[in-house]
Each structure stands twice: as structure tokens, then as C-alpha cells.
């Protein structure tokens, strides 16, 4: 049986790798063009990424979804710390990304590659960092936790308001995901576009 939270997650997960790879597909589109990118959308992406996912997804798996894990079974101990370390290494990695952007549009050129780098570093990790919770944990979690543990995970992933996974945005957030959809090329599907 698959519950209300990992629908959740995975549909997040979804959301999450599609902006990530949105950034390289616009990365690697100015570059091969030799123009310099639209710095506010990237701006608006990369501040989707911090305040979506690294604050609020990540908080609701270490802080309700892992400590029931570690309540119900000791064979996810060691992996449920790695992941944990991964959350608290990603708010440090997203600032980096964040650096270099600030690095490239200020100083222009020369600090394209570096960020280029930073970008597709965080991208590699974080992939890898849902994969792993997609392919151990939410398995694990479906076998070993209690309806009881679903019922209080339910309601509080079902709380999660992306609009990229289809929800109706928080009305101070509604014009930061206009943005994005209109900044993204159409094949790469973050959502339709809506009059700026």
C-alpha cells in the first residue's frame, strides 16, 4: 500500500528534479549561444530550491519521517544519519550555488564556469540524495511504519503547498512561480504559462 506522504515526496522529488535540471538545460543554452543567462530567473530558481525543498521538505523528513523510521527499525540507523547529514549539507551547498551566481553576475565571464560547476555539483548530489530515499527509505518506511505513524505523516506532508507539484501557491509566493514557469522553455514542463 502506498500512503498520502510518499506520494508526497515522490511528487516533490519529481518537482525538484525537474528545476534542477531546468538550470543546466538554461545553463548549457546560453553557453552554447555565448549569452549571458536571465540572472533573475536563475535567482528565483535557485530561491525556489532553498525555501521549498532544503527548508520545508527536508525539515518534514528529518523531523517527523526519520525519527519514526529510527523508532520502528535499527536497519535504517546508519543510512537515516547519512541523510540527515545530506539536509544539513545541502543548506550549506545551496548557499555556494547561491555565491557563485552572485560571483558570475557581478564579475561577468570569468566566473561562468564556476558556477557552472557549483550548479552541476548540487545537481549530482541532490539526484543522488533523492534516489537513495526513493529507492531505501520510503520502501522501508512503507513496510515497518504503523497506520498510526501514516495518519500523523498524512496530515503533516499533506500541509506542503508546492505549486509545482500542482498545488495553489501561498498568495506571497504566486508571482516567484510565475516567474519560473515563464523562464523555463516549454519542453522542460515545470507548468503553464501564465501572463506575467
Not at 27 to 48: N, S, V
Not at 167 to 195: H, K, M, Q, W
Amino acid at each position: 500500500m502506498t500512503h498520502t506522504t510518499t506520494n508526497i515526496i515522490r511528487d516533490e522529488h519529481s518537482a525538484l528534479s525537474a528545476m534542477l535540471r531546468s538550470i543546466l538545460l538554461l545553463l548549457a543554452e546560453h553557453r552554447r549561444q555565448g549569452t549571458l543567462p536571465d540572472f533573475a530567473a536563475l535567482r528565483a530558481m535557485l530561491f525556489y530550491v532553498d525555501e521549498f525543498p532544503e527548508k520545508r521538505h527536508h525539515r518534514k523528513e528529518s523531523e517527523l519521517l526519520f525519527p519514526k523510521l529510527r523508532a520502528r527499525t535499527p536497519m535504517s540507523r546508519a543510512l537515516l544519519d547519512r541523510l540527515d547529514d545530506d539536509h544539513a549539507r545541502g543548506e550549506r551547498r545551496i548557499r555556494e550555488v547561491e555565491h557563485a551566481l552572485l560571483a558570475f553576475e557581478m564579475l561577468g565571464e570569468t566566473r561562468r564556469q564556476a558556477f557552472e560547476q557549483a550548479v552541476e555539483r548540487y545537481v549530482d548530489f541532490y539526484l543522488a540524495h533523492m534516489a537513495m530515499e526513493e529507492r531505501e527509505i520510503l520502501p522501508l518506511a512503507e513496510k515497518v511504519l504503523t497506520q498510526d505513524d501514516w495518519s500523523d505523516l498524512d496530515e503533516a506532508f499533506s500541509a506542503n503547498r508546492d505549486p509545482l507539484t500542482g498545488c495553489e501557491p501561498e498568495p506571497d509566493y504566486s508571482a516567484l512561480f510565475t516567474r519560473i514557469v515563464n523562464a523555463v522553455p516549454e519542453p522542460i514542463g515545470l507548468g503553464a504559462r501564465t501572463p506575467a
